[in-house]
């Protein structure tokens, strides 16, 4: 036989379920493009590409070579590098 206080307190644990934590979502991390103004003038390599990310806390880098065409979204954990044609870091952006 079932208690017939059972229904009763289930409801009165109801409330409670919405105290459990849940895991959290991971937040991309924010880039932040000035500690990495430094490369400026520095080569284009992969070390230098490992350094912007570092400097910037940024989760993604992209390069961009001279003349190219990048879409408009906004990426708050990118860093986007450009070069120039002799390899040399001209700017360091966030998105």
Known sequence: ???PRL??????LLPLAACVSTPM?????E???EPAQ???????????????LRLTGA???RWGPPGAVF???YRTDRVSVMYDAGM??????CG
């Open 7 to 12: 229904p009763l307190l289930a409801a009165a």
């Open 59 to 61: 989760q993604t880098l």
């Open 71 to 73: 879409t408009m979204d």
């Open 25 to 29: 979502q991971r937040v991309p991390e």
């Open 1 to 3: 036989m079932i208690d």
């Open 88 to 93: 040399v870091i001209t700017a360091v952006r």
């Open 31 to 33: 880039c932040a493009a």
């Open 38 to 52: 430094t490369l400026i003038g520095q080569r284009a390599t992969s070390e230098t590409g490992a350094r912007a």
